[in-house]
């Protein structure tokens, strides 16, 4: 039995069905050499909880489909925010911040897509490795919480994300 700690943080337009959510998540971990049995949950933003195609694909690999506050996903630090995706979705990321949601650590960034099927869903990787102790390599930082600007850990994103740096 495989480690399941993959955790797929896909975002999506409405309608889209799971036959390319599936298609796009599949491609993904094989690009990356990750196993589909692998895969613990697929995560969202809570706008795309009910939508069929996520419900449905989240069900044919046999995981849950755990959905994420807007508000929770703004705080996840990540590599690559879109002002498009905040006038969407209200954050400025669906996919990797809902991999990153839970702590973890990114293995596949942000992937659309092929632009012939419209972009119409995106996903990102993570793979858990805190457990449910209040605090993550990388992702959400607990409300108060100062992320390091110098020394390990940093990651040079401070000023980019618009976070204040540590005195």
Not at 17 to 38: F, M, S, T
């Amino acid at each position: 039995m495989a480690d399941r700690s993959l955790v797929v943080g896909v975002g999506a337009r409405r309608g889209v069905p799971a036959e390319e959510v599936l298609a796009l998540v599949g491609a993904v971990l094989r690009e990356a050499g990750l196993p589909c049995d692998g895969v613990a949950e697929l995560a969202t933003a809570e706008s795309r909880a009910g939508e069929p195609g996520l419900v449905e694909a989240a069900a044919r690999l046999g995981v849950p489909l755990r959905a994420h506050p807007a508000a929770e996903l703004a705080r996840v630090v990540v590599p690559h925010p879109s002002e498009a995706v905040r006038a969407a979705a209200g954050t400025p990321s669906v996919a990797e911040a809902a991999a990153l949601a839970g702590g973890g650590v990114l293995l596949v960034p942000k992937r659309k897509q092929e632009a012939g099927a419209g972009a119409r869903v995106t996903c990102a990787v993570a793979r858990r490795t805190v457990a449910d102790h209040g605090a993550a390599v990388f992702g959400v930082a607990p409300e108060g919480a100062r992320l390091p600007v110098r020394g390990p850990g940093y990651t040079g994103g401070d000023a980019a994300s618009g976070l204040p740096a540590r005195p």
